[in-house]
């Protein structure tokens, strides 16, 4: 019986070990397939692919982390997209369309809207500075299929650190939010104070979420923003992410049995 629930033990951890390897994988887009219409300075459209920022510094001088009053405005950290204008983006592993994601949740767009201060600076949410921009995705680079009701320059404003106190920083946090994890659709951070809006965030680092059943698609690899002409905006750009479901509570046993099995001195599963 014990050596039973060892190899199950083993087992596990050899899953739990297995999944975290997956959670590793790269959730940021990797290639720009092809852009048009980008407006200096912010002009590279290279700067929409890795991480969203979390720290924004420009050559100025100024800045700091990101928070939704505080948003990034590095020249080399943001696309900026000119009427008529787009960026085309691949992931190199498919965003999927997992209901067991936060939310329901596949795919976050992260631009640099903020929201203006109503107590500058001790950072109540007034109104939203959005740009939108036309969100399109798809599966093979061929057949797209346009999000409804998502601007990509919209809700959320990216949040870098979850333990920043001030609504425009300029030391860097200790505690990272996830940027993989979406924040409740449901929260409206109009109004609110900072310290609201990072509980309401829940660890989250923002970005505009999009369900992937709401185009019929079991997965994408591509995504596409663009600028209608005569939209009188320049929406921009700085990552986008494929959204990493929390562990489930049987992958935290299995990670807390291993944990203690180390502790004791033996391999997991001994």
Known sequence: MQRAMNFGVAALCA???????????DPWADTVVDFAGGVAPFGDASASLGEPTRFTAPSSGFGGPTTPFQSSFGADELFSIGEGGFVTVRFDEPVTDDPANPFGIDLLVFGNSFYFDQAFPDGIAGVLSSEGGVIEVSADGADWHVVQGVGADGLFPTLGYSDVTQAFPTD??????DFTRPVDPGFDPSGKSLSEIIAGYNGSGGGAGIDLATVGL??????????PTGSGVTPEI??????VPSPGAGVL???AACARARRRGRACGA
């Open 172 to 177: 860097a946090g200790s505690v990272l939010t």
């Open 15 to 25: 899953l739990a070990g297995s999944e975290a390897v997956m959670a590793s994988a």
């Open 253 to 255: 046993l299995m990670m």
């Open 238 to 243: 700085d990552g986008f992410a494929d959204v």
């Open 218 to 227: 079991a997965s994408i690899s591509y995504v596409r923003v663009s600028n």
